[in-house]
């Protein structure tokens, strides 16, 4: 029962242009979504978060949209750098409940020259 | 400016063989916890403490142990090792369990099981 779901395994994107990564959650209760970047070898990197009570997020190039009713977030990168290649989890957890994230399955990013 | 750091990187133990993976954390941190990684699994998490003395399980604890001594200590130990425990292994601790605060993961343990 994956209560997290990111359902591409990879997406390409030319350098410049928007990278756009998709998550599903199934979970109502869920009030706090994260996205983590991992690079081959090394722990995964928080990267930008949202709250329930909030519809978006940004932090420089990088923003996360919330769409509670289909129970449904995304993250958008632009412009898309070759840095950015890596594999990107979504991950959501319930306040109070400690360090228990739920995470998703990945999404591994290649951004192209 | 440590952070979290696990250790051994590397490992291969025979099935049946016991070990311990190392976790330390130098932030002060009271909420440390085990994932592990299989490929097209996510993170899954493996047990969890809120500080010292307190230990509770994750979605996927059966074969592992934990204890919390210290804050700075959160050792996962395998008991028998079987084939399945094959993984790669993340530490993370956090300040407290405000939602808002970020979790900081280790490096990785790459464990084998033959």
């Known amino acids: 029962d994956q209560q997290v779901k990111q359902n591409s395994p990879s997406l390409s994107v030319q350098e410049g242009r928007i990278s756009i990564l998709n998550c599903d959650y199934t979970n109502s209760m869920f009030d706090y979504f994260l996205w983590y970047k991992k690079y081959p070898a090394e722990g995964p990197t928080f990267l930008i978060s949202?709250?329930?009570?909030?519809d978006k997020n940004e932090d420089g190039r990088f923003t996360v949209f919330l769409n509670k009713s289909a129970k449904h977030l995304s993250l958008h990168i632009v412009p898309s750098q070759p840095g950015d290649s890596a594999v990107y989890f979504c991950a959501a957890t319930l306040t109070g409940t400690a360090s228990k994230l739920t995470f998703g399955t990945g999404t591994r990013l290649q951004v192209t020259l | 400016n440590a952070g979290v750091t696990q250790t051994p990187k590397f490992q291969v133990l025979k099935t049946g063989q016991s070990m311990t993976l190392q976790c330390a954390q130098d932030m002060n941190h009271e909420y440390m916890s085990w994932y592990r990684q299989d490929p097209g699994m996510g993170l899954r998490l493996i047990h969890y403490s809120v500080g010292a003395g307190i230990t509770d399980q994750g979605e996927v604890p059966n074969g592992y142990n934990v204890s919390r001594s210290t804050t700075e200590d959160f050792p996962l130990r395998l008991l028998s090792a079987a084939p399945s425990q094959t993984s790669v292994y993340f530490c993370?601790?956090?300040?407290?369990?405000?939602?808002?605060?970020?979790?900081?993961f280790g490096e990785g343990s790459w464990l084998t099981v033959v």
């Open positions: 949202i709250s329930s009570i909030k």
């Open positions: 993370a601790s956090r300040e407290d369990g405000y939602s808002g605060n970020t979790i900081y």
